[in-house]
């Protein structure tokens, strides 16, 4: 089913992109708070436009409140994301985990200030959620139905933005084309 295919890939997206950009406090148990965090996300974000769902996630993601993600507030993401993924059941088929610690393994072969870098267009040393989603053109629709539009979101550039092993990301993210879409006109 198209549509549940869609939920699980924006619940994926939903995680790479929490990765990226939600801190967390340092009095919250971070394991905990992620996956919580991360339940509530998908909840709201599976049919919320995408843009609804950043500006709700956003104020939970930017600790001092100043409207952008600073690197220590990242930084800190990515340590309570890895504490995450090491609370979850191994054994069970969890694609938010997986995801996550392929992000995590990307941002560490990378390295997390480079690709912070890489998404600061104005070089001022903080994320807007403008910077954070460039390569995404926002519509009603949810990250779900933008993540298989290949005109509202631009995964090269955004696989880029992670370095040499940023395509492997980006196409785990990407949703499969439909087979309608790429079959060759019948004749
Ligand atoms: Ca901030
Ligand atoms: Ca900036």
């Known amino acids: 089913m198209v549509i549940g295919r869609h939920a699980i890939r924006a619940g994926r997206l939903l995680a790479m992109l929490l990765a990226v950009a939600a801190p967390w406090t340092a009095a919250n148990a971070a394991g905990d708070d992620f996956g919580r965090f991360l339940d509530v996300a998908k909840g ?43 609370t979850v059941d191994r054994k069970r088929n969890d694609p938010e985990r997986d995801t996550t610690l392929v992000v995590l393994m990307v941002l560490k072969q990378t390295g997390l200030p480079k690709v912070f ?35 509202a979101v631009d995964w090269a550039s955004f696989g880029n933005r992670f370095g040499p092993i940023g395509t492997l990301l980006a196409s785990l993210l990407r949703p499969a084309p439909r087979r309608s879409q790429t079959a060759p006109p019948q004749h």
């Open 44 to 86: 709201y974000c599976v049919t919320a436009p995408a843009r609804s769902c950043v500006n709700r996630l956003w104020p939970f993601a930017d600790r001092n409140r100043d409207g952008a993600l600073d690197l220590g507030e990242v930084q800190a993401l990515e340590k309570d994301a890895g504490a995450w993924a090491q």
């Open 117 to 151: 870098d890489s998404f600061d267009a104005d070089r001022d040393g903080t994320l807007t959620p403008a910077e954070l989603f460039a390569d995404f053109r926002f519509d009603k629709r949810p990250f779900a139905a933008l993540a298989g539009d290949p005109s």
